[in-house]
């Protein structure tokens, strides 16, 4: 589907969107400006090693991001929202962090005037333990498993439901229903209504997600083990490279479902494997995703040719989110649809 008719030849066609082979810098300005509703992206991080992908070196990291991200903002309607999952990284021969995530947040709120929404943690348990050096050999730093997630508006209130992402209320929640709740001011100093004791179907999600299964917070809790899923299965039938960073389909879905409603527009100008457009497809959200490496587009094309049984939607959305969080695995997604 061409979602606009400014857009070019796209290089894979689906249901709800396609994607585009280019340079997403070029690519956006064939996009009518305040037409996006939701931009949920991962940009090649910047590594101190550079990697096939293409990354940026921290120093230079925000001049180079700043230009895709002015775009960004014209093609945001006024109650769309900008989501940019960051990784971390150290500084070159030494154990001591960039904070390249941080200037980038500054200079998109001070000088693109971004709203920051709220800040969310993207916490991958399966990462493996780097750098070496410190982590290893000299064993001065511990394991980095959390990306920083912005969560980035042109206003104050962008369209936003966390009805839509209830986490299943704990065990003493449940019991706490189902025995009633007393009204009083808690030690804390606040103080709890009667309402507190009403069941709204799950708990509020917050910007943990998913630390503990059943606790709801604000840290993505999303191990990307994905050895044996169908996309890199496929990838290695049909010798194909597939992309070494994948975004996990279940973050792109978790916000997805938040922030958009069904046939709402998606991008993704940095694809990569296409996680996003797939989530958006699978969610009835209209969708575009640009690409610069024609080979990940290759890979990309695989996540759609699957049995209909393992699509997203089979899953009761209508459900809270139990269990934890997906992974970019298709069989843990399809698992978990049952």
Known sequence: MKVFPTLPKPYDDR???????????????????????LVLTSPPFALTREKEY???????????????????????????????????????????????????????????????????????????PAPAEWVNVRRCRVKDSVNVVWWLARTKFPKADNRKVLKEYSASMKSLLRKGYKAKKRPSGHDISTKFSKDNGGAVSS???????????NLLSIANTESNSAYLRRCREQNITPHPARFPVFFAEYFIKFLTDEFDVVLDPFAGSNSTGFAANSLKRRWVSFELSEE???GAKLRFER???????????????TKGLFSDSEKTINAKAK
């Open 15 to 37: 249901e709800y969107g396609a994607s585009y082979l280019g340079d997403a810098l070029t690519l956006l300005d064939t996009i009518p400006d305040n037409s996006i509703d």
């Open 54 to 128: 293409g990354n940026k070196s921290s120093d230079k990291y925000v001049e180079w991001f700043l230009p895709f991200a002015r775009k960004i903002k014209d093609k945001l309607c006024e109650t769309g929202s900008f989501i940019l999952d960051l990784g971390g990284a150290y500084l070159p021969g030494a154990p001591a962090r960039s904070i390249y995530q941080f200037e980038v947040l500054v200079h998109l709120c001070r000088e693109l005037n971004f709203i920051l929404a709220q800040e969310f943690y993207h916490y991958n348990p399966s990462r493996l």
């Open 207 to 217: 910007n943990v997600i998913g630390l503990e299964h059943f606790e709801p917070s």
């Open 296 to 298: 990940y587009l290759r």
């Open 307 to 321: 049995a209909p049984e393992d699509n997203l939607h089979t899953r009761d959305t209508k459900t809270p989110m």
